[in-house]
């Protein structure tokens, strides 16, 4: 990195010592320093109860953040209430229903774009039905009778609606078959050379390395090991200690 | 049978049906049983009631009878203020009360046993400024009209059914076709991902509020004009009210609207086939049977 470069040297998300949990004595996330450059896709790995999920979770802030704090693109957004990290270009796509079933494809979308100026509304829609034809077919069929893979895209093209600087997912692979886990990461490999910064979290391991730019990962809410993608793959001791056994087994199919 | 139970049961049931739009709005998005709903029928009925009596006094002009109506233009305008001292009121409940529980994360039953509390202290409010004696919007008295069939209804009967008609299909159209409608029913169906998207909740909790007590003044203001106005006329409508809703599917507006009705026509069968005595246990035997049959109602979402 050169000296210089500008805005590059703003991390696109940093925590500072973030303390985190559903219960103010019981924190989950203990203590997480992390900085996530512009353009980086950063996978969060770790295992099952490392607080992944939760740390996420108070990043966009759905999971009270006990003390430590939240900077994106170098504002403080800590205590930004939820509704308002995607205005702020943060968007989150949780893991489980993360559309509205009982709503049309069509409805999900506008959800989100009631947050762009009226005259954009409908011509962001369309970009985005161009982008994901698979949804743009009856724009009239209710959410939930989408399958797994579909509704995936559905909850990704609404987080897109709104421009975000930063994507965040939780296991947006989990409960998809190998072949939908393939075409949702080709989709966030785009989404990220189209310049937003993606930070994933997977149990998917090997897949999630082979996109990743860097990984980081968790252990019992404590940022245990952190390293480029490649290295980390490569790094059997590493992939024994916290990948757990799906990553061994796994680790000659890809 | 005589069929002046139509009549009856479609007035009866629209207020219930106004009622239960409340009900069911406040349940699905707050997700707790609000045991005082009545009380902003009967709020909103004496609240029209005095702004009524003010506007009268001010300006006589406005006492005499519209058209074939019994009430002046003072009802309809202190109807209209009424509407939105009601939604105060609520907004000001949820301020002191509820929402201060909702901060805490509290207990569901501990909503529910407030909300009981609640409609305890509004009653009493209420019986301590206007006594427990009924009260009434006008003295003019009416004469129903036959519009065959055997079948006699007064022109305020009609106003009722057709202003009814007018305000559900303008509330399913504010559900359906706005930004704020929207943003109700994706809160109702997942708070956490509402806020995500970038939904304030707690300004579509306001919204709900507003509407729910807006509608139950009108049924409040219909059933005074209709009846007679008393301190415990939201109270005794709460077991319908809940009837309808829990038959309609909790969340369902069009199924509130459609299960008031049939529960305002079941009791209205029941006082001539059963017996007058009879009516308030109608009420209680729906809810049952859909708690039993089909707990989700008509056009509730499978739990």
Redesign the interface.
């Known amino acids: 990195m050169t000296l210089g470069g500008g805005t590059n040297l703003v991390p696109a998300l940093q925590t500072r010592s973030l303390i985190a949990g559903y219960e103010p004595d019981m924190p989950i996330v203990r203590g997480v320093d992390l900085s996530v450059l512009k353009g980086e896709l950063v996978v969060l790995l770790g295992p099952n109860g490392a607080g992944k999920s939760t740390f996420v979770k108070a990043i966009?802030?759905?999971v009270p953040i006990h003390s430590g704090t939240v900077h994106l693109d170098g504002q403080d957004i800590t205590a930004v209430?939820?509704?308002?990290k995607?205005?702020r270009g943060l968007a989150?796509v949780?893991q489980t229903?993360?559309?509205?079933?009982?709503?049309s494809i069509y409805?999900n979308l506008?959800?989100?774009a009631?947050?762009a100026p009226k005259s954009e509304r409908e011509r962001r829609i369309s970009t985005l039905f161009e982008r994901f034809p698979d949804l743009a077919s009856r724009p009239s069929r209710l959410a939930g009778q989408l399958s797994g893979g579909q509704r995936q895209m559905l909850a990704v093209a609404?987080a897109l609606i709104?421009h975000p600087s930063i994507l965040i997912l939780d296991e947006p692979s989990a409960g998809l078959s190998p072949k939908i886990v393939a075409e949702v990461f080709t989709m966030l490999q785009d989404i990220n050379k189209s310049g937003v910064t993606i930070i994933l979290v997977e149990q998917n391991v090997r897949a999630a390395l082979a996109i990743a730019d860097r990984a980081i990962i968790l252990v019992e809410g404590k940022l245990r090991h952190e390293g480029s993608a490649a290295t980390l793959a490569d790094d059997p001791i590493v992939a024994k200690l916290y990948l757990g056994a799906s990553a061994t087994r796994k680790a000659g199919v890809s | 049978m005589n069929p002046q139970f139509l009549v009856d049961g479609l007035i009866a049931g629209s207020m219930i049906g106004l009622g239960a739009i409340g009900i069911t709005l406040t349940y699905s998005i707050l997700r707790f049983a609000n045991f005082a709903h009545g009380e902003f029928l009967s709020w909103g009925a004496y609240i029209a009631l005095a702004l009524s009596g003010a506007l009268g006094f001010l300006f006589s002009a406005l006492k005499t009878p519209v058209g074939p109506f019994s009430f002046g233009w003072s009802l309809p305008l202190a109807g209209i203020l009424a509407i939105l001292l009601t939604g105060m009121l609520a907004l000001l409940l949820d301020a002191i009360l509820f929402g201060r529980l909702r901060a805490q994360r509290g207990a569901v039953i501990i909503m529910v046993m407030a909300s009981f509390g609640a409609s305890l202290a509004l009653r009493s409010v209420l019986e301590f400024i206007f006594t427990s004696k009924p009260a009434y919007y006008t003295k003019a008295l009416q004469i129903a009209v036959n519009i065959g069939g055997g079948l006699r209804v007064t022109p305020d009967q009609m106003l009722a059914l057709a202003l009814t008609a007018v305000v559900v299909f303008a509330i399913h159209l504010l559900l359906t076709r706005t930004?704020i409608g929207?943003?109700m029913?994706?809160v109702s169906?997942?708070p956490?991902?509402?806020?995500?998207?970038?939904?304030?909740?707690r300004m579509v909790i306001r919204a709900v509020w507003i509407v729910g007590a807006g509608l139950a003044c009108i049924a409040g203001v219909m059933a005074g004009l209709l009846v007679q106005i008393r301190p415990y006329l939201g109270h005794d409508l709460l077991l319908p009210l809940f009837a309808a809703a829990i038959l309609g599917g909790i969340g369902s507006v069009p199924g509130a609207m459609l299960a008031g009705l049939i529960v305002g026509l079941s009791e209205a069968a029941a006082v001539q086939l059963i017996g007058a005595e009879w009516r308030a246990a109608i009420s209680f035997v729906i809810l049952v049977a859909v708690l039993l049959i089909r707990p989700r109602g008509l056009f509730g979402?499978q739990a």
Request: hydrophobic share 50%; net charge positive; no cysteine.
């Open positions: 966009a802030g759905l209430p939820v509704h308002n995607i205005r989150f949780p229903e993360n559309i509205f079933a009982t709503m409805e506008l959800l989100a009631a947050m609404r709104v | 930004g929207r943003s029913r994706a169906e997942n956490a991902l509402a806020g995500v998207v970038g939904i304030d909740v979402r």
